[in-house]
T-cell receptor
Framework: GAGVSQSPRYKVAKRGQDVALRCDPI?????LFWYQQALGQGPEFLTY????????KSGLPSDRFFAERPEGSVSTLKIQRTQQEDSAVYLC?????????????FGPGTRLTVL | AQKITQTQPGMFVQEKEAVTLDCTYDTSDQSYGLFWYKQPSSGEMIFLIY????DEQNATEGRYSLNFQKARKSANLVISASQLGDSAMYFCAMREDNAGNNRKLIWGLGTSLAVNP
């Protein structure tokens, strides 16, 4: 398909485990965003890439969170030593760069449950 | 600080009627964009409508229109002729255009809309 895809769609982890969440943006989209959406809340910004450069990681809640986009396309969000408070839906979005881009296209999200 | 406020946790509307979902925002920037997204129970965020801070006309997209009142810092979403498929969470979001290359969105808490047959 032509949309943003994320995998896995669901992930259950035991507290203390490491997890890796994958995002495949729309082909040709330069900008990529990760958001965290807790139950009953709006999304919260985590980090932003322009191509392979991580231009803003101010939203990452702790140094256990790490994101990369080494070739400027697929991105991985890694959470080390997961905690229960990390349980949330992790949304990935992509958009074209430039002043004309208004819309961020979202993937279906990965629902992470930490037991 | 940037902030989006949606004061209606839940709304009900009768099918075929119009409904207004409220959104107010706070920013010190002159250039910004306002967005509405729909999130059905499946979880995917679906873009509905966009309003730029310098746009003089209110944005419209089919049955969706945005009632933009800049002086009051409000950007309410109006859905006309509601359909059962409109039942979902609706989020208002803002992007500050002077934040360099980062076009991150700041989100409200959302409004849950239920359309009754």
């Amino acid at each position: 398909g032509a949309g943003v895809s994320q995998s896995p769609r669901y992930k259950v982890a035991k507290r203390g485990q490491d997890v890796a969440l994958r995002c495949d943006p729309i082909s040709g989209h330069v900008s990529l965003f990760w958001y965290q959406q807790a139950l009953g809340q709006g999304p919260e910004f985590l980090t932003y890439f322009q191509n392979e450069a991580q231009l803003d990681k101010s939203g990452l809640p702790s140094d256990r969170f790490f994101a990369e986009r080494p070739e400027g396309s697929v991105s991985t969000l890694k959470i080390q030593r997961t905690q229960q408070e990390d349980s949330a839906v992790y949304l990935c979005a992509s958009s074209l760069a430039g002043s004309g881009d208004h819309e961020q296209f979202f993937g279906p999200g990965t629902r992470l449950t930490v037991l | 600080a940037q902030k989006i406020t949606q004061t209606q946790p839940g709304m009900f509307v009768q099918e075929k009627e119009a409904v207004t979902l409220d959104c107010t925002y706070d920013t010190s920037d002159q250039s910004y964009g306002l967005f509405w997204y729909k999130q059905p129970s499946s979880g995917e965020m679906i873009f509905l409508i966009y309003q730029g801070s310098y746009d003089e006309q209110n944005a419209t997209e089919g049955r969706y229109s945005l009632n933009f009142q800049k002086a009051r810092k409000s950007a309410n979403l109006v859905i006309s002729a509601s359909q059962l498929g409109d039942s979902a969470m609706y989020f208002c979001a803002m992007r500050e255009d002077n934040a360099g290359n980062n076009r991150k969105l700041i989100w409200g808490l959302g409004t849950s809309l239920a359309v009754n047959p």
